[in-house]
Each structure stands twice: as structure tokens, then as C-alpha cells.
């Protein structure tokens, strides 16, 4: 069964301090892992999509990296309006099209 | 363009009744999908409809759920009889054909079940 591990589960910095957000996932054939971000009593917002090990997206100060095992979301001289949950997604290499997420990291950024 | 509209926004109910939450998804849009989160999990997969037609309905939970896609546009997602373990937020979100993990997601329908 698809697993998809997130870590940390909470994150604090300070403005600026750049970090990284990792997300571990388990799946027979992945077809694309996805990443959201979750404001407080929103839905997830699309951010990214990775396709194959190697591939690299950058949206203003958030880039996400793939590996065949794992993707990191870097987060560069965060700012705080970029506090919110971070969610990954994965999905498999079938006919189907769910996505499996992974329980999230909440990401705070303290002026 | 309006995003994908769910309602109601929160509903409180009794064990044993029923609960119909409503999905606009948006125009154009053929992919609708319906998601749950309960508390302290990660968001989960129900199911996925192309237009009008069920194309994956694995991750429904058991006969009481009933969702339907009328003509292709809305979408309802009936809980009968409703138990506490359905308390959650429900999502609903949809996308283009050719962009099937991209998905727009709705605020979310909270259910709380007593």
C-alpha cells in the first residue's frame, strides 16, 4: 500500500532562516508527487508537481526536489505570510488517479 | 472564475440521520473528486468521478455513503445513516482531464456527528 511519511510534523522559524521540509514515500510506480499548501479552514492550494528523480520546481522563495525515495520543499529566507501546512502527495502509476497524502508539516515563521 | 463551492460550509447532526453535502466544482472542469480528513489524519481519497460516471469509488467507506454527479456538473455526497466516526471535514475538489493531480479544492464541509 502507498505510504507517504512527513517530517517534521511542526517546524518553527525565524524570518529568513531557511529550511527544509521532507516528505518519504512508498509506492509500486510513481506516476507524480504534488505538493499543497493548507492555510487554516481552507482547502489545500497547488503548488507543485515532480515527476521523475532529479526534477527541480521553484515557485518565489519554496523550490521542491524529487529522489527516487523522498522530495524536500526548501524553503528560502522564509517570510511569515508563509506560515501554513505544508501537504505531499503521491500518486500511483495506475489507471487511477487518487492522490495519497501525507499528514502535513505545519510551518510557522515568527517575524 | 469562481473556485469549487461546497455546502454546506458546517453541519451538526444526530447519529442516524442523513447529511447531504453539495460540490460545485469548476467550470469546465470533468475531473471531480470527493476527500475526507478526520481528526488528527491525513486527507483521504473517496472517489472520482470523469463527468457523470464513477471511475474510482475504492475509497468509500461503506454502503452509507452515496455520491452522485448529476449531467456531469454538481455533485452530492449522502451520508445515511450518519455514525460518529463520519464526523470530519469533507473535500471536494476537481480539475482539468489532462492535469489530474493538479486539483482545486473546495473549503471543505465540516461534519460533526453526536
Known amino acids: 500500500e502507498d505510504q507517504v511519511t512527513q517530517s517534521p510534523e511542526a517546524l518553527r522559524l525565524q524570518e529568513g532562516e531557511s529550511s527544509s521540509l521532507n516528505c518519504s514515500y512508498t509506492?509500486?510506480?510513481?506516476?507524480?508527487l504534488f505538493w499543497y499548501r493548507q492555510d487554516p479552514g481552507k482547502g489545500p492550494e497547488f503548488l507543485f508537481t515532480?515527476?521523475?528523480a532529479g526534477e527541480e520546481k521553484e515557485k518565489e522563495r519554496l523550490k521542491a526536489t524529487l529522489t527516487k525515495k523522498e522530495s524536500f520543499l526548501h524553503i528560502t529566507a522564509p517570510k511569515p505570510e508563509d506560515s501554513a501546512t505544508y501537504l505531499c502527495?503521491?500518486?500511483?502509476?495506475?489507471?487511477?488517479?487518487?492522490?495519497?497524502f501525507g499528514t502535513g508539516t505545519r510551518l510557522l515563521v515568527s517575524p | 472564475e469562481a473556485g469549487v463551492t461546497q455546502f454546506p460550509s458546517h453541519s451538526v447532526i444526530e447519529k442516524g440521520q442523513t447529511v447531504t453535502l453539495r460540490c460545485d466544482p469548476i467550470s469546465g472542469h470533468d475531473n471531480l473528486y470527493w476527500y475526507r480528513r478526520v481528526m488528527g489524519k491525513e486527507i483521504k481519497f473517496l472517489l472520482h468521478?470523469?463527468?457523470?460516471?464513477?471511475?474510482?469509488e475504492s475509497g468509500m467507506p461503506n454502503n452509507r455513503f452515496l455520491a452522485e454527479r448529476t449531467g456531469g456538473t454538481y455533485s452530492t455526497l449522502k451520508v445515511q445513516p450518519a455514525e460518529l466516526e463520519d464526523s470530519g471535514v469533507y473535500f471536494c475538489?476537481?480539475?482539468?482531464?489532462?492535469?489530474?493531480?493538479?486539483?482545486?479544492f473546495g473549503e471543505g464541509s465540516r461534519l460533526t456527528v453526536l
Open positions: 509506492v509500486s510506480g510513481l506516476r507524480g
Open positions: 475538489a476537481s480539475s482539468q482531464v489532462y492535469r489530474a493531480g493538479e486539483l482545486f
Open positions: 515532480l515527476y521523475s
Open positions: 502527495a503521491v500518486q500511483e502509476n495506475t489507471g487511477f488517479q487518487k492522490l495519497v
Open positions: 468521478f470523469v463527468k457523470e460516471s464513477k471511475q474510482d
